[in-house]
């Protein structure tokens, strides 16, 4: 098993097959132990962590616009596990971006909350697939993004014109899929209902809203895959 892709590029996709295995991943399966005594100092660190489900991937490729692969349900702690021992064989983070973009050609991006594990950092509202962004054993990337942009932001994607293709960038980092989401609203007008739904919330995820402007603004606390996305989007025509 592995996950074999072209690095720092990013790539259009018209098929993805990734699909989500019954069996357990070989992670969890052979670094039990360790996986266990790391949980235990990351709850340590931060107890407001849920060790919840959600997938990793244990192969995965791409050949002419084709992205294939294979995931398994896994718990947090698991995760945690990998992003401090990225070089384990056979593992990678797999998850997606709905770049949303403004009626003036805004990219908006959001700030994490200081009680999530990414606190402060900027990105595109996102979070690790879960089985239930699956259908037919096939990951539904779109289903993933509207439920992660609505439980983020409370923007719902249904009004937005959805971009034609996904496009995918592997990093060491993990292997981020992407789509542009064109809202009919200004900038502006994204901040002002963001940072409304945010101050309703008891304990929302995001701090609020981030404006990006142009390729050259990109601001400080962005996770690292970020600026490729940012120069990709500033360089694109509409489609």
């Known amino acids: 098993m592995s996950v074999d892709l072209p690095r720092d590029v990013v790539l259009p996709v018209e098929v993805i097959d990734v699909r989500l295995d019954p069996e357990p991943h070989p992670l969890e399966i052979s670094h039990k132990a360790e996986i266990a ?3 235990e100092r990351e709850i340590a660190s931060n107890p407001r962590l849920f060790n919840g489900t959600v997938v990793l991937v244990s192969e995965m490729s791409y050949e002419d616009g084709r992205l294939t692969g294979h995931c398994h349900a896994a718990r947090y702690a ?24 403004s009626s003036d050609n805004a990219l908006v991006a959001i700030r994490m909350a200081p009680h999530t594990v990414n606190a402060g950092r ?58 542009r989401y064109w809202m009919p ?42 600026p490729p996305l940012i120069e990709w989007h500033f360089s694109q025509q509409r489609h």
């Open 78 to 101: 698991t995760f945690l596990y990998w992003r401090r021992h990225r070089d384990v064989p056979g593992t990678g983070h797999f998850y997606a971006h709905a770049m949303l973009v």
């Open 122 to 179: 900027i990105y595109f509202a996102a979070g690790s697939f879960e089985p239930n962004d699956f259908r037919n054993g096939v990951v539904d990337i779109d289903y993933n993004m509207r439920r992660e942009v609505k439980e983020e932001t409370g923007l719902d994607l249904a009004v937005a014109e959805r971009g034609v293709l996904a496009y995918v960038l592997s990093t060491e980092r993990g292997t981020v899929i992407f789509r």
């Open 37 to 39: 005594a790391n949980w």
């Open 185 to 226: 609203l200004s900038a502006n007008e994204i901040v002002s209902r963001v940072n409304a739904f945010v101050a309703a919330e008891t304990d929302p995820e995001i701090s609020g809203p981030v404006v990006i402007h142009s390729a050259a603004d990109q601001p400080d606390d962005l996770l690292p895959h970020m």
